[in-house]
């Protein structure tokens, strides 16, 4: 069986520490705490689980954190989690199965991150992520944001297990685009992959234009990870529609098949776009390949299942409702109810494709 010590930064989560290491303490084998900074009792709860807490002087990166952390592990794999993040019972007992003798050979284990969640609390958007590491080589996480380490050795893709995020917070800061900002600033050059991520930033915080700008400079260069080639796209068509108009949107959307082969998602936004022209038709034909298409998690980029199956159903729903063909209508409908029997959208249209039936002849 592998050990595993489990790494985490954070500073003043007394409202979540407690419940992330109740739902993975008996699966790992060590605990490290580096505090940067908590003034509320993130460190008191901290202790109640380990003795090994160690404070380090937050400078606006997080990789530097991460790297410390990793730098106080002892055991053969070190792991990262948010305060903010759990492990499921079921995901729990997987990750004490794998642990026993899948990962012996591994060097990197990269998990799925599940991220939103329907109405019964099922995942709908995920994502991979390096999450274990074995420490004996070479591993530096890199990057003052969205920090990740280039996975080296073997790679084993841990399918049967999860992290679920599962956040508290009810408003977006701006540190992550501040410490942007100040790299800017400083003359230290923001890498490819910085660039999608700053342009990400600058979209959350409605400066369209200069994401726009970001965007294309990202883009324009060849290099760089397929999916955040994908993903810009399509941040970069929201900003169209923001500041442009809806051919620069379809231009950037279609802009994405130029890295792979079409993806639900792309198709769904596209679909979209063009139920706001009213071209219910053409919509149609979008929303249709939408569900045509495979999943693929294993490319590692970002996954929606809504738009395998429950999104593009309902906007199937709605574009046959506006061409007149009724019982097409009300079976996407159904269909989209397969998906998500809770959804207020598929509820509504429910009741009202029933007193539809009521009142025509």
């Not at 958007?125 to 420490?135: G, K, P, V």
């Not at 159903?313 to 046959?320: N, T």
């Amino acid at each position: 069986m592998v050990t595993v010590s489990l790494c985490m930064i954070v500073k003043n989560e007394e409202k979540v520490l407690a419940r992330c290491l109740d739902s993975i303490r008996a699966a790992v084998d060590e605990i490290i705490i580096v505090d940067t900074g908590s003034t509320d009792r993130t460190k008191e709860i901290a202790a109640q689980y380990t003795e090994k807490i160690f404070d380090f002087m937050w400078d606006d990166d997080f990789a530097a954190a991460r790297n410390y952390s990793f730098s106080k592990a002892t055991m053969e794999f070190a792991m990262w989690l948010d305060a903010d993040d759990v492990f499921t019972e079921k995901d729990l007992l997987q990750f004490l199965r794998l642990k026993e003798s899948a990962w012996e050979n591994a060097d990197t284990v990269m998990m799925r991150y599940n991220t939103a969640f329907d109405e019964e609390g099922q995942p709908v958007f995920s994502y991979y992520r390096e999450r274990l590491i074995r420490l004996s080589v070479p591993h530096t996480w890199k990057g003052r944001v969205h920090e990740a380490i280039a996975c080296s050795g073997r790679v084993v893709y841990a399918e049967d297990v999860a992290v679920t995020h599962r956040s508290v917070k009810t408003a977006y800061s701006d540190r992550n685009l501040h410490i942007y900002e100040r790299q800017i600033r400083e003359g230290e050059a923001l890498t490819l992959r910085d660039q999608f991520y700053y342009g990400r930033e600058l979209y959350y915080h409605k400066k369209y234009e200069h994401a726009r700008q970001v965007l294309e400079k990202f883009l324009s260069d060849r290099s760089g990870w397929v999916e955040n080639k994908i993903e810009a796209c399509k941040i970069l068509a929201y900003c169209c529609l923001e500041t442009g108009g809806p051919e620069d949107a379809f231009r950037a959307l279609t802009r994405s098949f130029l890295y792979d082969l079409p993806r639900a998602e792309i198709c769904c936004e596209i679909g979209g776009l063009l139920m706001r022209l009213e071209n219910w038709r053409a919509a149609v034909f979008w929303f249709e390949l939408a569900r045509a298409l495979p999943q693929n998690a294993a490319n590692g980029g970002f996954l929606s299942a809504d738009c395998h199956g429950y999104l593009p159903c309902i906007q199937l729903c709605v574009c046959y409702y506006r061409l007149g063909e009724i019982q097409k209508a009300a079976e996407y409908n159904r269909l989209a109810g397969t998906y998500r029997p809770l959804s207020p959208a598929y509820i509504y249209n429910l009741k009202f494709f029933s007193e539809y039936r009521q009142n025509t002849p």
